[in-house]
């Protein structure tokens, strides 16, 4: 062996590659394959100021009216659950997306993609569960399409929703405007939809009945936005969990972000599956809750404002947005240490919406 020092100072660890000849499942999961599957992909083959804001939703002016459009498919798997079915899913999601970049949500479309062999009696089922989502969201189904493939080419059914609503003047809501200092507030209990979904499609019973939190926040929003205009960003956590959305903010805000594990509401019920199954609840999807970084001036005025509402009574506040770190999501946990929470590669539980 050589006396000769070795010079590692221009080492390198590679990072393991992600490329991929063929779509998994994971580029569907809302972590880091899908986000490479957009920017690298999508992005580039479609161009556009609009789409590059990769929000929940597109704000665009038309006419000069500010408008939010948004589209979304659902491919969950059973297509009812506990606490809602995939028509549900199908509105509120729309709805929530829209209502992310504070948008009143109008109409919207509705797209069937039924599989061959399918009883209409379901079919029946999950169109009146949307019209019934529909009209509790204050929203028209203005338009749609049929698409029939044949017998083991689907799942029963798929269905895909479009939406457009108006964004009230002085609105604002971007990643981009969160600065250090703002405040981190969630609006109530995680984990809910990703446990009961899995509950019902593997026969797990943890000893209590968990329903899923499916709901229109449009309501939720609204009464966020009468205390103040000036929030800064609202992302609803479904796939990929609260940690996807945290670090989607983190990253495109240049900010830091610290949050507090104990401060987090996760149901008991939540916790013990997790447990159980080794699944972190900040991954876990969610279906009917939302995300808040609001300056610090306004933080406790929105908060009692969220808690006054049914959806929001749990809100809590969890966090805030820092110098340091730009870029990460660091989680300060109960023994006083601290974690960084990453942006998921694909996703703990495949649809789940």
């Known amino acids: 062996m050589s006396d000769t020092a070795l010079d590692i100072t221009g080492w390198t660890c590679p990072a393991p590659l992600r490329d991929r ?49 948004s589209t979304d498919s659902y491919v969950v798997r059973p297509l009812f659950f506990p606490g809602g079915s995939i028509g549900d899913l199908a509105v509120n999601g729309t709805v929530n997306d829209l209502a992310m970049s504070g948008a009143e949500a109008a109409y919207l479309s509705c797209g069937f993609i039924l599989e061959e062999g399918v009883e209409m009696s379901v079919v029946a089922r999950v169109a009146e569960a949307m019209g019934a989502a529909a ?64 509950s019902v499609r593997e026969g797990l019973e943890f000893g209590v009945d968990i329903q899923s939190d499916c709901a229109a926040l449009g309501g939720l929003v609204r009464s966020m936005l009468a ?10 956590p479904t796939r990929g969990g609260l940690a996807a959305s945290l670090n989607e903010i983190a990253a495109a805000s240049g900010t830091g972000v610290v949050i507090h594990e104990g401060r987090v509401p996760v149901p008991a019920a939540v ?18 809750k939302l995300v808040a ?17 049914p959806l929001g009574r749990h809100a809590a506040v969890i966090g805030e947005a820092v110098d340091a770190h730009p870029g990460l999501v660091v989680a300060r946990t109960a023994l006083g240490g601290t974690r960084v929470v990453d942006l998921p590669i694909g996703e703990q539980l495949p649809r789940i919406c």
């Open 293 to 309: 970084f609001v300056p610090r001036e306004h933080a406790d005025a929105v908060l009692d404002a969220m808690r006054a509402h």
């Open 21 to 69: 000849p063929r779509v998994v499942m994971g580029h569907g999961g809302g972590g880091a394959l899908s986000a490479e599957l957009v920017q690298h992909l999508f992005a580039p083959a479609f161009g556009g100021d609009v789409l590059a804001q990769l929000g929940d939703s597109a704000a665009v002016s038309l006419g000069g009216v500010r408008l939010a459009f």
């Open 227 to 236: 205390v103040t205009p000036d929030l800064h960003v609202l992302r609803d």
């Open 135 to 198: 009209r509790a969201a204050g929203v028209e189904v203005a338009t749609g399409d049929t698409k029939v493939v044949e017998a083991g080419h689907g799942d029963g059914i798929y269905l895909n929703t479009a939406g457009i609503g108006i964004i009230p003047d002085g609105v604002d809501l971007r990643p981009q405007r969160v600065v250090p200092g703002d405040v981190v507030i969630v609006s109530g209990e995680i984990g809910l939809h990703g446990v009961a979904i899995m």
């Open 271 to 288: 916790a013990n599956a997790c447990a159980i199954l080794g699944l972190d609840p900040l991954y876990v999807a969610n279906e009917g």
